[in-house]
């Protein structure tokens, strides 16, 4: 046997016997929930993407909530009512939870949220994912709140966030100056800045689209992620879930909306 065949068999047994070589069965589907440092109770069906949960819990980012309840989960979401920032927003809690949000965009505006702390502006989330029955009430209070139709808003895919920065516990709607900071932030991060537009001037908002048009996902098909981006091998069943329980905050703001 020549040296260099010996060098090869020495170095596949010393992989073989490597335990995670050892445990991985390459001919069985890849377990999203199974890899990774997190154990998850047997019992549960439906979680987001572990992957891009130990990504961010690596970040020690305070906001991220792991999310494992199948049944009831939807109804642990953060919420804030009306006037929590100071502004009329309608009588129908916003949802200000970051786990509403397409597990992409989500760790995007994550990110946005570490960096800006970071230059020391402190942002708040005002409203992340919007029902149908929220974007309709916005409708009816006015062209100053919404431009967009029933399924027309990138809020109602989990792709936008309204944010809001906080100085001494208040929340500062004016100071184009810090949007400003905000926005660029947001910009270098891939995400659309609503701080470009006029009509409404929206510098609270960031949303992604993946390049789709909204009559796209309208139609259900998802952004296509950046080719980049590793931490999303669970995508399918995370969106499953999102949409879940998109589906049973629907149903819980429209009866409040009939009432
Ligand atoms: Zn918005």
């Known amino acids: 046997m020549s040296l260099y065949l010996k060098t090869l068999v020495i170095s596949l047994l010393a992989l073989l016997?490597?335990?995670?070589?050892?445990?991985?069965?390459?001919?069985?589907?890849?377990?999203?929930?199974?890899?990774?440092?997190?154990?998850?109770?047997?019992?549960?069906?439906?979680?987001?993407?572990?992957?891009?949960?130990?990504?961010?819990?690596?970040?020690?980012?305070?906001?991220?909530?792991?999310?494992?309840?199948?049944?009831?989960?939807?109804?642990?979401?953060?919420?804030v009512d009306n006037y929590t920032y100071g502004k009329n927003r309608g009588s129908l809690p916003m949802i200000t939870e970051v786990n509403a949000l397409h597990p992409y965009f989500r760790d995007r505006i994550l990110e946005l949220i570490r960096t800006?702390?970071?230059?020391?502006?402190?942002?708040?989330?005002?409203?992340?994912?919007?029902?149908?029955?929220?974007?309709?009430?916005?409708?009816?209070?006015?062209k100053k709140y919404t431009r967009s139709g029933a399924g027309k808003s990138k809020h109602q895919y989990g792709l936008a966030i309204d944010?809001?920065?906080?100085?001494?516990?208040?929340?500062?709607?004016d100071n184009k100056m810090l949007w400003q900071r905000i926005g660029i932030v947001g910009e270098k991060l891939g995400l659309r800045w609503g701080g470009r537009w006029r009509h409404p001037y929206d510098p609270g908002h960031?949303?992604?689209?993946?390049?789709?048009?909204?009559?796209?996902?309208?139609?259900?098909?998802?952004?296509?992620?950046?080719?980049?981006d590793e931490h999303y091998p669970c995508i399918e069943e995370d969106i499953k879930l999102l949409r879940k329980y998109w589906r049973e905050w629907e149903t819980t703001q429209s009866s409040l909306t009939r009432k």
């Open 17 to 79: 016997s490597g335990s995670a070589f050892a445990q991985m069965n390459l001919f069985e589907p890849y377990d999203c929930r199974v890899h990774g440092d997190l154990s998850w109770d047997e019992t549960v069906t439906d979680t987001l993407s572990q992957v891009a949960i130990n990504a961010i819990l690596n970040k020690a980012e305070p906001e991220l909530k792991i999310e494992i309840d199948t049944i009831d989960g939807w109804k642990n979401w953060r919420t």
């Open 206 to 228: 960031f949303e992604w689209t993946g390049g789709l048009a909204t009559a796209e996902l309208a139609a259900g098909k998802l952004p296509n992620l950046p080719v980049r």
């Open 163 to 173: 944010v809001v920065p906080i100085v001494d516990s208040v929340a500062v709607w």
């Open 116 to 142: 800006c702390r970071a230059k020391g502006i402190e942002l708040a989330i005002v409203e992340t994912y919007r029902t149908h029955a929220k974007q309709h009430e916005y409708q009816s209070m006015g």
